[in-house]
């Protein structure tokens, strides 16, 4: 029976087709497809049983990507689901959920308008879920701009639920308003009401500034400043209405008011305005300006912050209301106006007193009424005095950028906030005071310290912050002082800083290189005072060891340069001391005319033409390279060979063209290392009998793939073609690995993958610099993608020598030189190196090493730059500094201020390590194009296939001595 039944098994469901000679079987076609988005949310929300369970099943379904193919499947499902759902949160989640699936690009949210006009919103019971979905239509009003017609029912939709008594519907609906509203047509048509009630955008949505509740009269500003926004000139009449804002209850709405108001004043600053009971008249810009002042005194910090910052903005004011701000004194007409006590006292003291015979002869002549006195309003009257004396720190933070931002455009406002801006150098926040700093340093061109300011400056020098002590001596470093007893002053606090914290030695050194540039006729009264000369005696050498010397030096020797008496002055020891820190310290050391000794010429004394010929020079070197094709291999590598000396040679003598000299000598380097690569001898050997030459190439390729690295990552401006350049050596080198692992292959499933992943990098480079293809002409790729279907289709062994072949019979791709490039480079100022005290500590536990590194020409070192430490035994640290060890003192230039933490076991001698900086790269952040979907997440993502990650050294080493002790029993 068994057997039975197995035989009939294999009659019904065998079947043998058999094909005639000749003919070739059918291939078969396999079709993917994807489960449905909608019919899976279908059956999910069909089984919800309860309100709870589809809003968990609508919760589960929004963390999940939608493909845009299946939108629209899915919001019908959704809108069904919501025509028959009781619960109002579940109505509500599917409201959020259309508008988050409206904004999928490549979705048309055209269908979602009609059923969410016609059929939600008019049976919507809920306010919530009203408010929900007006979001939902001002996204989709957002991803349809230039629909008219959807535009005017969104707008018309607005304006029907204005009269709405939960404030979030009517929220919603003046954000509509100002994102879809227009000021140049109404928003009823003539045929639907009276023609005095054809209103447009402003009238209604000014008309929500006087709402009962607080939260919809800031929705109508925000509304209003997005009109604004949106490029369209809103009218003057709405000035008044804003400015009665200013005084009400909430300070959102004051803030929000503030901000109209300012809008206002920089729409029609010329307009004239009247002052409320009084005849006279104002510009709108003072007047607003006085406004904004009297909010600095609010009673909410967030809206005194606001209002700081605002009026740092406002650059048109008249003088004479911008000096009013720094005084407390309660003016009208810009006089002083005297009270009713001291117009009084002035009758007693003259001996006039009253008769007594006319009733109230001796009462006030004018009733002074502080609100009504002066031209603005008596808040303004020393409104920054106010925020610098603010309790919150933020507030005095925005009232010292204020005064930054004011003092730059007019330097009489900023000799008058001189004493203020100084004042905040004793405040008690360290913020604070930095942002003093930095606003001095702003306008430090337009003053000139008194001693008195300058002795309250220098007191910051004791602070123990690194950033403060080093802000300020950039800021003596554009500073003008007005006496000798000033510069004195100066270099003897500098000095106490250099002896209390000596790891500020270059930033003071720097410091008074730029004092002694700056006055010279102050400093040449103090040289014998400051060198120790005597006219008759011989005074002893100073040691050159000592920091404080060699400061002095730099301050003289900087002042020489345009004071041409004082080399008089100096003794001959302090000719040797400069002789010495001119080769020592050349970026402090000016070159100097000193008497019967010749000039020393440094690399700053060429000028704007020795930097066109070196460029032509370059240029040229590189024209030269492109003829190589035509010598033979000897001569061809002589040729490279001298070019890249003459190249390296002029990155040192033009610092102007060091990024792009070093770029080509590292280019041409990679071509001469894949020409001694591809020596004709190397090629025609067998194998065995050239071990040691195929070890050397294999080298070279590695050597080649390391500085394509170096090109793409070190060097900032390059052009997609210099780009597409690096990437056809990097595939070059790829392709002679490929063909050194087949000369000595074991096996040949590892080749079959090396020739897959080599494919993929063709394709790839194809993808990528398809619009730099026809510049490549010649090249190894163009070779490569004329026999491309001839490659994919051979065998790994075939596609080896043909790879070979084409890689021997490409020639040199010529290297266009970018405008603008510039190479990544790090100096490492702490440690020196220098020291050889070595750091003790017990091993097992940790000791700090301070690291003081300038960067220049980076763009994101807080996640590409990395310390090493390689210790004598061969172990190796690589430390990730925190963001906020990096500060950026200027552009294109970074600071680096960490501390570095080293253990080791035991050592029975001190020995040295090595610190060095790394630039890590990776190469999905250059090719990752693709965005995560609207519901991805991306923290779980694996990182791309064939992603390439690593290290570039870009800083010299430095060595430090540290000896490990041993633990004491």
């Known amino acids: ?146 629909s008219p017609v959807i535009r005017q029912r969104l707008i018309e939709v607005a304006c029907k639920h204005l009269s709405d008594t939960y404030f979030g519907v009517r929220n919603k609906c003046l954000q509509l308003l100002g994102f879809l509203g227009t000021v140049d047509r109404p928003l009823t048509k003539d045929n639907e009401g009276p023609s005095d009630m054809v209103r447009d955008v402003q009238s209604v949505i000014s008309d929500y500034f006087r709402d009962q509740d607080p939260r919809v009269r800031t929705a109508a500003i925000k509304a209003m400043l997005q009109v604004h926004e949106r490029g369209m000139k809103i009218s003057q009449i709405v000035y008044e209405q804003a400015c009665r804002l200013l005084k009400d209850d909430y300070e959102q709405v004051r803030s929000a008011a503030v901000q109209m108001v300012w809008v ?89 007193f009253s008769s007594g015979r006319k009733w109230a002869d001796d009462a006030p002549k004018e009733r002074v009424d502080t609100n009504n006195v002066n031209l ?73 310290l008194r001693e008195d300011q300058l002795d309250t400056v220098l007191a910051v020098l004791e602070d123990s912050s690194r950033d403060i002590r080093e802000a300020l001596h950039e800021l003596l470093c554009y500073t003008n002082v007005s006496t000798k007893e000033c510069i004195q002053l100066a270099l003897l606090e500098l000095l106490k800083n250099l002896t209390k914290y000596p790891t500020d030695r270059n930033s003071v050194w720097k410091c008074l290189k730029f004092v002694g540039e700056r ?79 010749q000039q020393v010429c440094g690399l700053d004394s060429v000028d704007a033409s020795g930097v066109e010929s070196a460029q032509l020079f370059l240029q040229q070197s590189l024209n030269r390279v492109s003829t190589i094709q035509n010598l033979e291999a000897p001569g061809a590598q002589e040729l490279l060979d001298f070019t890249i000396r003459d190249l390296q040679r002029l990155g040192e003598l033009q610092t102007e063209l060091a990024g792009a000299a070093d770029f080509c000598a590292t280019y041409l380097r990679c071509q001469l290392l894949l020409m001694k690569a591809l020596q004709e001898r190397l090629w025609n050997m067998a194998v065995p ?164 590194a300038t960067l220049e020409h980076m763009q994101d070192p807080q996640n590409t730059v990395k310390v090493q430490v390689l210790y004598p035994d061969g172990q190796s640290h690589v430390i990730q500094p925190k963001p906020g060890d990096f500060r950026k003192p200027g552009p294109n230039r970074h600071r680096l201020i960490t501390q570095v933490y080293l253990s080791h076991t035991a050592w029975t001698e001190p020995s040295q390590i090595e610190v060095r900086l790394l630039l890590a790269y990776s190469t999905s952040s250059s090719s990752s194009s693709s965005k995560p979907g609207w519901g991805d997440s991306t923290d779980s993502l694996p990182p791309p296939e064939g992603t390439i990650e690593g290290t570039i050294p870009f800083s010299k080493p430095v060595k430090v001595f540290i000896h490990p002790k041993p633990a004491r029993r």
């Open 689 to 852: 009998l050239c071990l040691k030459r195929n070890a050397t190439s294999t080298t070279a390729a590695r050597q080649i793939l390391e500085e394509t690295y170096k090109l793409e990552f070190m060097y900032g401006g390059l052009e997609s073609r210099q780009v597409a350049t690096i990437h056809h050596v990097r595939l070059q080198a790829k392709a002679l690995q490929l063909i050194l692992n087949a000369r000595t292959r074991r096996g040949m499933d590892p080749l079959i993958s090396s020739c897959e992943r080599f494919m993929q990098d063709v394709e790839s480079f194809q993808r990528s610099f398809v619009t730099e293809l026809p510049h490549l002409q010649d090249s190894f790729v163009e070779k490569l993608l004329e026999v491309l279907p001839r490659l994919s289709s051979s065998k790994p062994v075939e596609q080896v020598k043909i790879l070979q072949t084409t890689l021997r019979q490409s020639g040199l791709l010529h290297l266009q030189l970018p405008q603008q490039i510039q190479r990544a480079t790090a100096t490492i100022i702490e440690p020196t190196g220098e020291s050889d005290n070595p750091l003790k500590f017990i091993s097992g536990l940790v000791v700090a090493l301070d690291i003081d």
């Open 519 to 597: 006055h010279p006729t102050l400093v040449l009264p103090l040289v014998p005072e400051l060198l120790s000369t005597h006219p008759y005696f011989d005074t002893p050498e100073p040691d050159m060891d000592d920091p404080a010397y060699i400061a002095v030096l730099v301050l003289v020797f900087n002042a020489a340069k345009s004071c041409p008496t004082m080399p008089a002055l100096f003794s001959d020891h302090t000719f040797r001391h400069y002789a010495y820190l001119r080769d020592s310290l050349s970026h402090l050391v000016p070159p100097l005319r000193l008497p019967g000794r």
């Open 376 to 448: 603005m309003a008596s808040g303004a009257c020393g409104a920054f005095v106010h925020g610098l004396e603010d309790e919150m720190y933020e507030v005095r933070i925005a009232a010292v950028e204020a005064l930054c931002l004011l003092a730059r455009s007019s330097a009489g406002f900023a000799e008058k906030c001189l004493d203020f801006l100084v004042d905040m150098f004793n405040d008690e926040i360290d913020e604070v005071r930095l942002q003093s700093i930095h606003a001095l340093r702003e306008i430090a061109t337009n003053i000139t």
């Open 1 to 146: 029976m068994a057997a039975h039944l197995k035989r009939r098994v294999y009659e019904e469901f065998s079947k043998t087709v058999t094909i005639p000679h000749g003919e070739e079987a059918p291939s078969k076609k396999l079709r993917l497809s994807k489960p449905s988005k909608s019919a899976a949310l279908h059956v999910d929300l069909c089984k919800a049983a309860t309100s709870t369970d589809a809003l968990q099943c609508l919760l589960l379904f929004a963390r999940k990507p939608v493909e845009p193919e299946s939108i629209e499947s899915v919001v019908r499902v959704l809108l069904e689901h919501y025509y028959k759902e009781p619960d109002s949160s579940v109505r509500l989640k599917i409201a959020a959920l259309l508008g988050r699936l409206s904004k999928t690009p490549g979705f048309n949210p055209d269908c979602i308008v009609d059923d969410v006009l016609n059929n939600t919103l008019s049976n919507e019971k809920s306010h919530q879920v009203l408010a929900q979905l007006l979001d939902t239509l001002l996204a989709i009003g957002s991803q349809l701009p230039d």
């Open 264 to 352: 206002l004043s920089q729409l029609y600053p010329e307009n004239i305005v009247p002052i409320p009971s009084s005849n006279e008249e104002i510009r709108m810009v003072d007047d607003s300006f006085g406004k904004i002042s009297h909010m600095v005194s609010d009673g909410s910090w967030m809206v005194r912050v606001q209002a700081a910052k605002t009026l740092g903005s406002m650059l048109q004011v008249s003088p004479h209301f911008l000096e009013q701000t720094l005084d407390k004194k309660l003016m009208s007409d810009l006089r002083r106006k005297r009270t009713a006590h001291e117009r009084a006292k002035e009758l007693y003291t003259s001996g006039e």
